[in-house]
């Protein structure tokens, strides 16, 4: 069973910072493509970002670039996302995801485990 836990959210300021961490259970971590989405109240779940197996290619969603770097550590079973820069429109629950396969992956049916959710609150 795979299990994901995530930490680091919380109720920010505009243009503060935040840190989230994602720890994922099992002997499988380098073999998975990884992803952050966020939900907003009332809007469909959306990517933020994807990292490949070997964090050799990024994805980030438009809205994001130049202010969220995803990043993993295979050694410590953990993936991260550095938000800087952080607008009231980031406001949203942040779910990390993974999943088996090569390469990048943009949509949520893509992926097999999902974390439980941490809520992401930037006030203007």
């Known amino acids: 069973q795979v299990q994901l836990v995530e930490s680091g959210g919380g109720l920010v300021q505009a243009g503060d910072s935040l840190r989230l961490s994602c720890a994922v259970s099992?002997?499988?971590?380098?073999?998975?493509?990884m992803g952050w989405f966020r939900q907003a109240p009332g809007k469909e779940r959306e990517i933020v970002a994807a990292?490949?197996?070997?964090?050799?290619?990024?994805y980030y969603a438009d809205s994001v670039k130049g202010r969220f770097t995803m990043s993993r550590d295979n050694a410590k079973n953990t993936m991260y996302m550095q938000m800087n820069s952080l607008k009231p429109e980031d406001t949203a629950v942040y779910y990390c995801?993974?999943?088996?396969?090569?390469?990048?992956?943009?949509?949520?049916?893509?992926?097999?485990?999902w974390g439980q959710g941490t809520q992401v609150t930037v006030s203007s």
């Open positions: 995801a993974v999943g088996y396969g090569v390469g990048l992956r943009m949509t949520a049916y893509e992926y097999d485990y």
């Open positions: 099992g002997r499988s971590f380098s073999s998975y493509f």
């Open positions: 990292i490949s197996r070997s964090a050799g290619y990024t």
